[in-house]
Antibody, heavy 120, light 108 residues
Framework: QVQLVQSGSELKKPGASVKVSCKASGYTFTSYAMNWVRQAPGQGLEWMGWINTNTGNPTYAQGFTGRFVFSLDTSVSTAYLQISSLKAEDTAVYYC?????????????WGQGTMVTVSS | SYELTQPPSVSVSPGQTARITCSGD??????AYWYQQKPGQAPVLVIYKDSERPSGIPERFSGSSSGTTVTLTISGVQAEDEADYYC???????????FGTGTKVTVL
């Protein structure tokens, strides 16, 4: 079945980096763009941006430029989110989400989420 | 930056109708989408293109649009519908997507 499986929870110290993976299966990886969404504890959803899985070209939302990098390894159908110079306010669940079959502005398949905790 | 505004909470008795609004200046130009999120789970798409329902989503979920406001309606609310609901759309250029502030639906 179509699914996105993300890497496990991470505990990092301020200033460190983290790389979250999102492995796709059950569909042609390069046929659908991949989005990243952040949800801080007890807060709402924030769209971080998306990456074109054909060209590798990323688009970042306001507030997610500089320390955030989207990348791909199409040979293993996997998208990555790397966050550098981590801050306490980066503590959140990070989701990958695929553009939908219905409309490429919606997200129909989501990963299970990766909890990133930044604490000294 | 572009914002979509939702009421923080809606309370409804079982069997009644819940309506959740989402307001944004670009909504007359851009489609809206709705997601349901239960605690500890990833969001689920329940409405796309303002009023279309994905396969597997119960008929009690419907969407509508009027000007700068879109509405998610849950008819005959069931206990299992208790969740957070988020609208999502794009800015007027279509370049950047945005989620609404979220609405917690409580089934009394």
């Amino acid at each position: 079945q179509v699914q996105l499986v993300q890497s496990g929870s991470e505990l990092k110290k301020p200033g460190a980096s983290v790389k979250v993976s999102c492995k796709a299966s059950g569909y042609t990886f390069t046929s659908y763009a991949m989005n990243w969404v952040r949800q801080a504890p007890g807060q709402g959803l924030e769209w971080m941006g998306w990456i074109n899985t054909n060209t590798g070209n990323p688009t970042y939302a306001q507030g997610f430029t500089g320390r955030f990098v989207f990348s791909l390894d199409t040979s293993v159908s996997t998208a990555y989110l790397q966050i550098s110079s981590l801050k306490a306010e980066d503590t959140a669940v990070y989701y990958c989400a695929r553009d939908s079959d219905y409309d490429d502005d919606a997200f129909d398949i989501w990963g299970q989420g990766t909890m990133v905790t930044v604490s000294s | 930056s572009y914002e979509l505004t939702q009421p923080p909470s809606v309370s409804v008795s079982p069997g009644q109708t819940a309506r959740i609004t989402c307001s944004g200046d670009a909504l007359p130009k851009q489609y809206a989408y709705w997601y349901q999120q239960k605690p500890g789970q990833a969001p689920v798409l329940v409405i796309y293109k303002d009023s279309e329902r994905p396969s597997g989503i119960p008929e009690r979920f419907s969407g509508s649009s009027s000007g700068t406001t879109v509405t998610l309606t849950i008819s005959g609310v069931q206990a299992e519908d208790e969740a957070d609901y988020y609208c999502q759309s794009a800015d007027s250029s279509g370049t950047y997507k945005v989620f609404g502030t979220g609405t917690k639906v409580t089934v009394l």
